[in-house]
């Protein structure tokens, strides 16, 4: 009976164990996710940052690497797909599933030849 309960704990905690930050400029920035209503709910999952600015947060990432050898093993052993190269080692990447960007992201940030990794961020824009 001891084990079951233990083993139960793990899964519970195994299965809410998404982060709920990200790092920017090798600092961690705490996310708080939202409740809020978007016109297409399956794209876009949001959150609102430290200084309370909401951040939309889809399947994409921003990826810079120190060199180009590393982009087809980052590419294979994370499950990305290359959207776009945004200038010298710089792409855009796309995850196979939008909950585990902030995941993904975060263990990207954790390699040594990353240079850094966020999500593509969505703001809402405001009008002057």
Request: glycine residues 4%.
């Amino acid at each position: 009976m001891k084990n079951i309960i233990i083993l139960f704990i793990v899964l519970i905690q195994y299965g809410c164990a998404n982060d709920n930050y990200y790092y920017k400029n090798n600092q961690k920035i705490n996310l708080t996710p939202l409740n809020k209503a978007s016109r297409d709910m399956s794209k876009i999952n949001y959150y609102e940052n430290n200084q309370g600015v909401v951040l939309g947060i889809t399947d994409k990432l921003m990826l810079k690497l120190k060199d180009r050898k590393f982009l087809d093993n980052t590419l294979s052993e994370f499950n990305l797909t290359l959207e776009k190269t945004l200038g010298n080692n710089l792409y855009l990447v796309r995850t196979a599933d939008k909950s585990l960007t902030i995941d993904i992201s975060n263990n990207l940030n954790k390699k040594e030849y990353i240079e850094y990794a966020h999500p593509d961020f969505k703001k809402k824009m405001i009008r002057r």
